[in-house]
């Protein structure tokens, strides 16, 4: 399969159960290993190991499933968006609550989460709402730099 894929743009794939869609989107996330082929950022070869690679190149996820891939049903709504960012807020294994807080809150604000408080149960959102919160780590490509 080959494709282009132009920023800003949202893909999917649609498919019969067991025609390897769902295969295709994990192994160019890095979820999966990719056995043949090539994945291209900007005109370039990328190696994608892993999810961070993956969205430290600018390629966003949002799993079939997100309330069984892609979320943290106990936890709450910051907690969510701040998971895969966690390094970059910690330091020595202490979490910086306050960085946790502003960030989590910038993302909320640029994606137009709606919630009562950040402290919600990522459960108790909207089907889109929880989606967004899946999504918004992803957003920024540099989460896991130091």
Known sequence: MSFKVYPGEIVGLAGLVGAGRTELVRAIFGASNLKSGEIYVDDKLVKINSPIDAISKGIAHVPESRKEQG????MSVKENIL??????????????????NATAD?????????????????????????????????????????
């Open 106 to 146: 910038r993302y909320i604000k640029e994606l137009s989460i709606k919630i009562a408080s950040p402290d919600q149960s990522v459960s108790n959102l909207s089907g889109g709402n929880q989606q967004k919160a899946v999504i918004a780590p992803q957003e920024n490509k540099d989460i896991m730099k130091d």
């Open 83 to 100: 998971m895969a960012e966690l390094k970059k807020h910690s330091k020595s294994g202490v979490v910086r609550w306050k960085d946790v």
């Open 71 to 74: 979320l943290f049903l106990s």
